[in-house]
């Protein structure tokens, strides 16, 4: 039970900081590598405090981390922060893929049934 | 199942939303029909994952439906709602709650079917929409997929060790 009231709050959390479209693009740009701000800003044609704002969000829940180069803080992706979310999704996808192969047998049955 | 369509495929719309997507090489009437036909659902809901025990169905606007399995070292796992909206052959909407929670009605997520012939084909989404935040964190934790989780995990682990 414990495990599993830990493993919810991750869950929501990374939940939550993908569910903002405008996040979702930020981690699209990021997927591609490490970005400053301002690139982020050009790329996606947003104005920089919504950038900023997102990209706290996301640190929050460990999704983006940072580091600084130079005069320059460079954001990148962190993929571990995303496992929970593509594990749940990825075990979903087992249980519908397991019940419509199973369909897809009976919708063999009835298409045999029905030319006969 | 060699091609993408063939395969379930669950994306999140938005923060609230679980969409799968699959398509059938059958037309609608007949995926209809082993959707809404309990003996025919009792062949396929179990997702090879036990044995279902109840599966009723009252397709009907305002009609209930309950669904549970047994399944092997987790126990009953069982669901239930009601038909909201019914257009046989193309779209059904109805709640699903999850017996496994507490209140479990008040959270209740709305999941809404259609079913679209190409061709030959049907392709089938299933939108499941959360009412709350708190809804679908618990849809996420509950039930079967948790412990299949478990069970891939070992199996990763488990293939991971014969490399």
């Known amino acids: ?116 | 199942m060699t091609t993408d369509s063939r395969k379930a495929k669950v994306t999140l719309p938005s923060d609230r939303q679980i969409l799968i997507t699959r398509e059938f090489d059958a037309p609608k009437e007949l995926v209809w029909k082993a959707w809404t036909t309990p003996e025919l659902v009792r062949r396929w809901w179990h997702a090879n994952r036990g044995e279902m025990t109840v599966c009723e169905i009252d397709l009907r606007v305002g009609g209930k439906w309950r669904y549970a399995m047994e399944a092997p070292g987790f126990g009953e796992v069982a669901f239930h709602g009601e038909y909201r909206e019914i257009e046989p052959f193309e779209r059904l909407v109805s709640t699903e709650a999850y017996e496994g929670i507490p209140d479990a009605d008040a959270h209740a997520a709305v999941d809404t079917l259609t079913l679209a012939e190409i061709g030959d084909h049907t392709l089938m989404t299933v939108l499941v929409e959360h009412p709350t935040m708190e809804g679908r964190d618990m849809h996420v934790e509950s039930g079967m997929e948790d412990g299949m989780q478990d069970a891939m995990d070992l199996l990763e682990e488990t293939v991971a060790a014969l490399a």
């Open chain 1, 1 to 116: 039970m414990i495990r599993r009231m830990a493993r919810a709050a991750t869950t929501a959390d990374a939940f939550n900081a993908i569910a903002e479209p405008r996040r979702r693009q930020i981690l699209d740009v990021l997927a591609g590598g490490e970005r400053a701000v301002n690139e982020l800003v050009a790329q996606l044609g947003v104005a920089q405090p919504t950038v900023s704002k997102h990209l706290r969000v996301l640190r929050k829940v460990g999704v983006v981390e940072v580091r600084g180069d130079g005069r320059r803080r460079l954001y990148r992706m962190n993929g571990k922060a995303l496992k929970p979310i593509h594990d749940w999704v990825r075990a979903y996808e087992q249980t519908w893929s397991a019940r419509f192969d199973a369909l897809d047998d009976v919708l063999d049955d009835l298409k045999t049934k029905e030319d006969r």
